[in-house]
Each structure stands twice: as structure tokens, then as C-alpha cells.
């Protein structure tokens, strides 16, 4: 049932917060050519409880997509109905810009591609402002980024199983130049 998947959610978001020393959000996908499985912890601040929701879009054009928010933001996480979604994990560690696009922005854009591949695409080829990990999982492939304003780094390409925490995976070295200082 619903209930049961959703207590299921709250036990490991509960566990993995305990097992890996605080809050952090935690993805994972796993494919195996036929369908995907793909989840994450979204672990806001206290302050945020009660301000969460679930976004059921259904535009004009495009498809339809479940967004999971809170007040004030665009999206933070999502599934659409094309056949995939879209994850994230901050990367605190790694450099950020005034320029380039939201976290938020990114995420819903990629909801509303027509498939996988563009949704792939637009992750891989935007222009970030932050540091950000997402993971894109389609029935068939998983693709996961780590994005700055810097450039952008695959993680694990072809893989078949993949988790990520807020750490980046690649061996980011912040560079003092990297970052514009606000």
C-alpha cells in the first residue's frame, strides 16, 4: 500500500541519517534493462516540516510529472511520467557562481523533457551555479553528473547500480579561482 511505502521511505531515510552521522541526502538507482529503481532521502532542516508537498503536474505539452517541493521552491526532486527521474545530492565541497542555473530550475526542466535522453542532455549540457550531483534513471541506463559552475564530471558511466551522498565522487579539488565570492 501507499502508507506502507511511505513508512518503508521513512525507516531507511531514518536509518541511512543515523548510519551515515547526521542529515544528507542519500541517492540510488539500479537498472536492468527492462525497468529501474531509483530513490533518495530528502533531508531538509526541522524548520521544513509541515511546508513539504507533492507537486502533480499535468501541462499542455510534455509529461506529466510528480515533483517533490516545499514553499517557496520550484521542485527539488521528481519523477515524470516518461520513464525516468531526477535525484540530487549538494555538493557543498565544490565552488559556487551567481551565474548559471538554480538546482530547482534544473531539476524541472529535466522532468519536462519528452525522454530520458533529453532529460540526460539538458543535466550534462546546462550551465550550474552550484555544486550538485544528480542522478537521471531511465529503465534502461542511470546517469549521474557532478555539476559546478566549473564543469561537469560523469559518475560511474554505464553503470548498472549507483549510490551517491553529498561527497563528491570524482576527486574534486577546489581551485581559490574557481568560485566567484559573494
Known amino acids: 500500500s501507499k502508507t ?32 529501474s529503481w531509483s530513490a533518495q532521502t530528502m533531508d531538509l532542516e526541522g524548520f521544513r516540516d509541515g511546508a513539504q508537498v507533492v507537486l502533480r503536474i499535468r501541462p499542455a505539452h510534455g509529461p506529466d510529472q510528480l515533483v517533490l517541493t516545499m514553499a517557496g521552491c520550484v521542485g527539488l526532486l521528481g519523477v515524470s511520467a516518461a520513464g525516468f527521474s531526477v535525484l540530487v545530492n549538494a555538493l557543498p565541497q565544490v565552488p559556487a557562481r551567481r551565474t548559471g542555473l538554480p538546482v530547482a530550475l534544473v531539476v524541472r526542466t529535466a522532468l519536462a523533457a519528452p525522454n530520458v535522453g533529453a532529460a540526460t542532455s539538458f543535466v550534462h549540457d546546462a550551465p550550474h551555479a552550484t555544486g550538485q550531483h544528480y542522478l537521471v534513471a531511465g529503465a534502461e541506463q542511470l546517469a549521474s553528473f557532478e555539476c559546478s559552475p566549473v564543469g561537469v564530471a560523469p559518475v560511474l558511466p554505464g553503470t548498472p547500480r549507483l549510490w551517491h551522498t553529498n561527497h563528491p565522487l570524482v576527486g574534486y579539488v577546489p581551485d581559490a579561482g574557481d568560485a566567484e565570492s559573494d
Not at 4 to 23: F, H, S, V
Open 4 to 35: 506502507q511505502r511511505a513508512a518503508m521511505g521513512d525507516m531507511i531515510e531514518t536509518y541511512l541519517a543515523g548510519a551515515l552521522g547526521g542529515e544528507g541526502c542519500t541517492t540510488f538507482g539500479v537498472v536492468d534493462g527492462i525497468r
